[in-house]
């Protein structure tokens, strides 16, 4: 990711989580970036494009962290304390990603749908953990 798109990235995770979705205006995402529309449009067509990008890098690397933490353990009880080792580290270090995720869960607009979307593949992901170990004990 370049620096102007993670700059852009940044800034709205801070906004959205701020003061919600749809109280961060695009102009008001340009101007705390200091980009020109012309520049924020190149990376992004749209906030809602911004919001999808954001909701699923975030995703992706609590899974990523997760399966690589989860690699190294081979009781159950590890598994577990690993994945919750990680979502405290998530929660503490990326606060503003979840206020984000878990605030937009409800609700029927398409950011509402991608976010209930990738909450539910990743309890998904962690049963499927759980459910693996439980059957090879």
Same mark, same amino acid.
């Given at each position: 990711m370049n620096r102007t798109k993670r700059k852009i990235f940044e800034t709205s995770m801070n906004l959205f989580a701020t003061k919600g979705y749809d109280a961060t205006s695009i102009e008001e995402i340009t101007s705390v970036v200091g980009v020109a529309k012309g520049t924020l449009y190149y990376h992004f067509s749209s906030k809602e494009e911004i919001f999808t990008f954001l909701v699923e890098e975030g995703m992706k690397l609590l899974q990523n962290s997760i399966q690589i933490k989860i690699a190294n353990a081979h009781t159950l009880a590890s598994k577990i304390k690993a994945i919750l080792l990680i979502e405290i *580290?998530?929660?503490?270090?990326?606060?503003d990603f979840m206020t984000i995720v878990l605030s937009q869960v409800l609700g *029927?607009?398409?950011r509402n749908l991608t976010c209930r979307k990738y909450v539910f593949e990743y309890i998904d992901l962690i049963e499927k953990i759980i459910n693996e170990s439980v059957k090879n004990r």
């Open positions: *580290k998530v929660m503490k270090k990326y606060e *029927k607009e398409p």
